[in-house]
């Protein structure tokens, strides 16, 4: 089931936009818009927006494939990554290593590249419609690769970084999102397309087609968004939909499909920003919203917005600094304004970006220096007071109030995501103690036990509501891994398989209700659940490997063989699976493969007991 993009969220005030405000607009693709704006479309392409994602080719990707270049090893999961053409196509190669002998192998194919070029291209890899991250990205400014963000220090997810919705509406056009899954797409668009900031275009292209011409100029088409058109805040709000990157809390009932041009995004999102002490400095690589807003241009203005300095329509790369420097000349006019020394001001040909704003190093994305939007005079070297930097709050950067419960779970969305510290969990609490009372189950302050790991506490909540009336798949979940928690494994399974009715395609959830009926030893409910997640995903390596171990218990070898041995393939740091297997092929006399296997396991763990016991038997045959 595909999800509807429906034109006409609720909102508290229709847009005067007719395309915003009527539900009989749809979206008709930018090939439709480029046959009357061909000049935009072509300039449009060459921007970061425009080259934001595209197929897997040798013309879209900046990355530098020489052999001295081309290889990654990420010491912490012992594994190398080398990526390579063959004929077309960009594959990726994971290995590892034992004393010079390949113990593991696996290859990916790249379908999507995301990323202009300008500073990184990162890869996307599609199973059966499930999109993943690969795990090594080239960064452009530095010419290198490495892990990818957010892969770095142990932190390897290899090939099973998911790509949800809210990493996907910023790199892309809405794409097709199949409904009860959290990946999975059956199309998606070559960048971000014009209708992203100028909403859906039928009604403005049938317009245009029946000879309603408007002189903009003069008059505004309110058949279409126009950014240019709209308020300075309402500008603001719409690149702030994505190039203010931060924790984002989504409103009940939203997703982030619902913003559209025109609106507030608090009606769809909050977006908040830890602020620590001494972090002046550190900056978010897409939180340009967010500098700007600290900046005593923006302030004192009350009129500058994205728009301002950039045109959205032409690539930074080919935008003259005397663009740039023109918009900071309308409000800075006498050559007075500036106190630098003549000598250094012709030096840098009277750039003012040169010193107001200058690169800067993200936090996020390692190798990468972007223009810093936060606009102000060279920073003076002080002494540092302290080496510690302390957490001062969460501060919401599009909405001046945000009530309690959102606060909330602004806290429990950066404990998830980012940093599990227990004062987090603690200011949840203190702001839901204040938030507006929700009928049956309290779903924030179950999520924030469960995060205690008070499952009792959970459990109590839960009673609040029937199984049946929970319309929350994540909270059904929380309940169930509760339940499991506390060794009420028969208790945890309706849980389970209420999150899995509520949303068939998280294949996680699946896998959890897979294993809860082996704890049961519902064996044939099990072996059901796994397959179809195999059939979804055929890469999903805990699934492969539950399989296996249940085609082990049942002497069915040849299909405990291969299931056991795809999921090692997948994964190699399965040691359970590895131990099954070589039971498995000692079951059926193939001996020569069992010692290379219990040496993997001891790589991985020189203290598995079970596996020097079967190496030591295996040895003395």
Request: include cysteine; charge should be positive.
């Amino acid at each position: 089931m595909l999800t509807v993009l429906n034109c006409s969220s609720p909102k508290e005030e229709k847009s005067k936009y007719q395309n915003i405000a009527s539900s009989e607009a749809s979206y008709v693709g930018m090939n439709t818009c480029k046959t009357c704006h061909s000049n935009i479309y072509e300039s449009y392409m060459q921007t970061g927006m425009g080259q934001s994602w595209d197929l897997a080719t040798r013309k879209k990707s900046a990355a530098d494939f020489s052999t001295s270049k081309a290889l990654v090893y990420d010491s912490f999961k012992n594994l190398y990554y080398k990526p390579y053409w063959q004929d077309d196509s960009l594959y990726i190669l994971e290995y590892r290593l034992l004393a010079n002998d390949t113990i593991h192998k696996r290859i990916e194919k790249v379908s999507y590249i995301v990323g202009s070029g300008q500073h990184t291209n990162s890869h996307i890899i599609n199973i059966n419609g499930y999109l993943h991250q690969a795990p090594i990205t080239f960064y452009t400014q530095k010419g290198k690769w490495d892990l990818a963000p957010g892969f770095e220090n142990g932190t390897n997810t290899r090939f099973d970084r998911k790509i949800e919705l809210e990493c996907i509406t910023c790199h892309n056009g809405y794409p097709e999102f199949v409904n009860g899954s959290l990946n999975k797409y059956t199309q998606l668009k070559s960048g971000i397309d014009c209708e992203r900031c100028h909403g859906p275009g039928s009604l403005h292209v049938a317009d245009k087609q029946a000879g309603n011409i408007i002189d903009t100029a003069n008059a505004i088409d309110y058949t279409i968004v126009n950014p240019k058109k709209l308020s300075t805040e309402a500008q603001n709000n719409l690149c702030q939909r994505c190039h203010l990157q931060g924790v984002s809390v989504l409103q009940d009932d939203k997703t982030f499909f619902d913003f559209k041009p025109s609106e507030t995004l608090n009606k769809t999102m909050h977006v908040f920003m830890p602020v620590h002490s001494q972090d002046e400095e550190n900056m978010i690589m897409a939180s340009h919203v967010e500098r700007m807003k600290l900046s005593k241009c923006f302030i004192n203005s009350g009129k500058m917005s994205c728009i301002t300095c950039h045109n959205p329509h032409v690539s930074v790369k080919f935008t003259p600094p005397s663009q740039y420097n023109t918009a900071c000349q309308k409000c800075h006019a006498s050559s007075n304004d500036c106190k630098e020394d003549i000598k250094v001001r012709n030096a840098a040909s009277n750039n003012c970006v040169s010193c107001h704003m200058p690169k800067n190093k993200s936090i996020d994305i390692p190798h990468v220096a972007v223009t810093d939007h936060y606009i102000r005079r060279k920073k003076v070297e002080l002494p540092v007071k302290s080496s510690i930097a302390k957490f001062i709050q969460m501060k919401c950067y599009n909405d001046e109030k945000p009530s309690y419960r959102v606060r909330a779970k602004a806290f429990l969305e950066f404990y998830e995501r980012y940093e599990t510290q227990t004062f987090l969990l603690d200011s949840a609490i203190q702001y839901l103690k204040k938030a507006d009372t929700k009928k049956g189950i309290d779903d924030d302050l179950l999520r924030t036990y469960y995060l205690y790991k008070k499952f009792d506490k959970v459990i109590e909540l839960s009673k609040s509501s029937e199984i049946s009336n929970i319309p929350q798949s994540w909270t059904c979940y929380r309940i169930g891994e509760s339940f499991h928690a506390l060794k009420q494994l028969e208790k945890s399974v309706p849980y389970y398989e209420r999150a899995v009715m509520l949303k068939p395609l998280y294949l996680d959830f699946q896998n959890k209700l897979g294993e809860a009926y082996l704890d049961i030893n519902q064996i044939e409910k099990a072996k059901k659940v796994f397959q179809f997640i195999v059939n979804e995903n055929p890469k999903y390596a805990n699934a492969q490997a539950s399989l296996g171990y249940i085609f082990m218990e049942e002497k069915n070898w040849s299909n405990a063989t291969k299931h056991l041995q795809e999921a090692i393939r997948l994964d190699p740091n399965l040691s359970q699976s590895m131990l099954n297997l070589a039971v498995v092929y000692y079951q059926t006399n193939q001996n020569k493969f069992i010692k290379p296997l219990l040496k993997h396991v001891l790589l991985l763990d020189a203290t598995n007991e079970q596996a020097k016991a079967m190496l030591v038997e295996i040895e003395s045959l």
